[in-house]
């Protein structure tokens, strides 16, 4: 396996996390990884894909796709689809806010 690091020029934007889900925007560029950092203070939750998204904050009830965790200090790397420019949406729980901040490259 040929593993490419990931960038260090990539297109990276801040977005805010509230209680209320954030409107769904583009992601800062095209590519096949995403890092996503959270500055925190709380941790938040996103929902990454084509059109418009709807984050959701996890349930104990039902499993869906629209509510991926990403810590309060974490930095994580996902694969993401690199055939268009993809969406955002981020939520954090009920009076939480967070700082996300989304780079868009290629690599691992």
């Keep these: 396996m040929n593993i490419q690091p990931f960038g260090a020029q990539n297109n990276t934007k801040a977005y805010a996390g509230t209680d209320t889900v954030g409107a769904?925007?583009?992601?800062?560029?095209?590519?096949?990884?995403?890092?996503?950092?959270?500055?925190?203070?709380?941790?938040?939750?996103?929902?990454?894909?084509?059109?418009?998204q709807v984050a959701t904050v996890p349930s104990t009830s039902t499993a869906v796709a629209t509510c991926t965790p990403v810590e309060a200090g974490e930095d994580i790397v996902l694969s993401i689809p690199s055939n268009a420019i993809q969406n955002i949406s981020v939520i954090c729980r009920s009076g939480k806010t967070a700082t996300l901040l989304v780079s868009i490259g290629e690599g691992m």
Aim: proline share 7%; aromatic share 6%; net charge negative.
């Design 24 to 52: 769904s925007t583009a992601l800062p560029g095209q590519g096949s990884v995403g890092r996503f950092v959270n500055e925190g203070p709380d941790n938040c939750y996103i929902s990454v894909g084509i059109g418009t």
